[in-house]
């Protein structure tokens, strides 16, 4: 692009115009050229109107609006006035290509801006990812332990106590451990009032063991006919052969034990009873 002659009938040039408004307000060029972060090399050549010296004509008008601005003047009637002018030429440079379209260098943000944002943005999803470990953690099962055992299929009926046997003097300390037969949800917790000691669901195989440290530990489920229950090497009897909601139900072995006991007298009681009703020839 060739430099443009300014014809003296029109007045000051844009590059005259912008030096005498700079020089006016005392600014120099280093002051512009930190306020507008244009180099001053750039702004030399638009003070002369060489503008075929800068990458292309979208930077000739955006760095010549971002000077108008910063001097006082109308950036955008002085960057319309230069397109204008330069319409009509031809203006190519292998540094900027011509499908680039800059933004105006005032408008981009400080490199200290980008940092600070990263910085916020790691800041909020440590603190996210923090919050949300913390929220998902469940102090009551600290005291709890859950062993993955083989799955039992649900097809197979829960084994039982056979009739008449006895729990041996070992069982009665335990441990209390709770056999899922199919997926359960269940809760254990101290009884009065006490606090909770476990909240899950159970899948099929799994087991969860009652904490030796428990003084009153009860259950509430809706499903105690899925779970299998053992004290020590001693199987209880269901909490309840059927499909439904039970609660304050106690876990302590002595009353596991006592249960399978209630439960053997009464198959015993029921043996001559079922005898008696076999016909005689």
Known sequence: MAEMDQDPLLGPSVGERLKAAREKRGLSLDEVASQTRIPIRHLQHIELGEWDALPAVT????????????????????????????????????????????ADPARVPPRSLALLTACLFVLLAGGYLIWRNAALDDPATDESEIVAGPAAPADKAVPKQPPGTVPVANDRSGPVVLTATSDVWLRIYEGNGGRRLHEAIL????????????????ILTGRPNALRVTVGSTMIPQLSPAERTISDVSLLPADLLARANAGAGANQNAQPAAASEIPVD
């Open 59 to 102: 930077y000739s008008i955006g760095f010549t609006r971002a000077y108008a601005n910063a001097v006082g003047l109308d950036g955008p009637a002085i960057g319309a006035e230069l397109r204008e002018q330069l319409g009509g030429v031809s203006h190519t440079s292998a540094a900027a290509p011509a499908y680039y379209e800059p």
């Open 203 to 218: 899948k099929a195989g799994e087991s969860y063991t009652v904490p030796s440290t428990a003084t009153a530990p009860q």
